[in-house]
């Protein structure tokens, strides 16, 4: 990457200042996000503000935090300098380049970033698993509740999904309340001949992250049915306490064959509208595939999110640990919220992501998205487009300014209160 000095600043070649970034400069304005009200937040324009006009959105899994000031220059000086043709193969390089040192230095990964191939969005390298991996006629099993694209994009392609509801766990004697794996009936569908695994880490809608010891028993599972894994790590950097994300290809060489892994900068910089995700190929057999018969998808990766990608890894780490501060604010305030004024809902604070996964039917509310849409003005996704076990549940998204995130609880629990429901 090229320096210049600038009167005394060090200027890289996205056209912003290094030198902030090295004095520790992040660009993140708490204070300018928690002045942000709902009107501000339609005239920006996302379909979560604009889709359900005067409704809270908290239903499209995006940060209303505004862009990292390393990603905001990269991205004027890229229009500046017309930068917007089809994307080139000095910024595919690029991207896998930023993405590796990313792994490095967050996960402690070491992957060969010739193996690290750019892709529109984490559901077009899904595609390709599906197409390529799986294919027509076989089955693939969902951990429910999941993401919703991930139970209905696998029929496009005639594959069937076997849903696999994950289990609650709850043993207030030992201060056990989480979620696992139903790892029995994950077994009973690799036994029925099911070949291929949806693993979100961590865990949308619920949260979850799971442990070393987890990923080795599923790992386990997929050696011995021969099972593929399409691994979705997009929330990785969003995990909570003394949480920990472990990339799954990274733990050995069986894991690193198993997996299929996908992730993006798109959650975690809010940046999913300039359309550049990750696909890591740890399975020589798939990049080899991939450069035959899935190159194409690369094409349709946006230039102007490969420069927004390389930004945010190379230099928006210090804005996105001061977001993760104010972060860490936000699902404190919603654990303590569910904690007290909905302690009859239930609620199992989440581990990762800034997702949580709340379930109503203990108030006998059959659809609690449309209950809060009529009755609150808040608009959440429908549990039941997660599976079949979301029936009663709703997927919140937290990531708002902190005075709207009080109006949303504000807003629900004077709802439940008008109809006795608390």
Known sequence: MSMVMNDDVLIDDYGHDRGEHDRGFSGFDAA??????????????SDKWTRFPGCIGAFIAEMDFGLAPCVQQ???????????????????????????????????????????????????????????????????????????????????????????????????RHCIDGWMFDFDGLERAFASGCRALML??????????????????????????????????????????????????ALNETTARQAFTATSASKSFNIAGTKCAQVILTNPDDLDMWMDRAEWSEHQTATIGAIATTAAYEHGGAWFDDMRAYLDESVAYVNEQMRTRLQRVGYVPPQGTYIA??????????????????????????????GECGAGCVRMNFAMPHPLLREYFDRMVEALDADGLL
Request: proline share 9%; hydrophobic share 40%; with cysteine.
């Open 74 to 172: 990269a991205v004027a000086d890229a229009t500046t300098r017309g930068c917007l043709g089809y994307i080139p193969d000095p910024w595919k390089h690029r991207v896998a380049e930023s993405c590796a040192r990313w792994q490095r230095e967050r996960y402690g990964w070491d992957v060969d970033p010739a193996c690290i191939r750019p892709v529109p969005d984490i559901l077009e390298a899904l595609e390709v698993f599906l197409r390529e991996i799986v294919g027509a006629g076989n089955s693939i099993v969902v951990p429910t509740p999941a993401y919703m694209p991930f139970l209905s994009v696998p029929r496009l392609y005639n594959i069937d999904v076997i849903e696999v509801p994950m289990l609650r766990v709850s043993e207030p």
């Open 357 to 386: 996964w709340l379930d109503f039917s203990p108030l006998g509310i059959e659809n609690p998205a449309d209950y809060f849409y009529k009755n609150a003005h808040v608009a959440l996704t429908d549990g039941r487009e997660c």
């Open 200 to 249: 979100c880490n961590p865990h949308n809608p619920i949260g979850k992250v799971l442990t070393r010891d987890e990923l080795l028993r599923i790992s386990a599972l997929a050696e011995r049915y021969d099972v593929r894994i399409f691994n979705d790590e997009i929330h990785a950097p969003f995990t909570y306490d003394d949480h920990e994300h472990v990339p799954f290809a």
């Open 32 to 45: 300018a996000i928690d002045r942000q009200s709902m009107a501000d937040l339609e005239t920006v324009g």
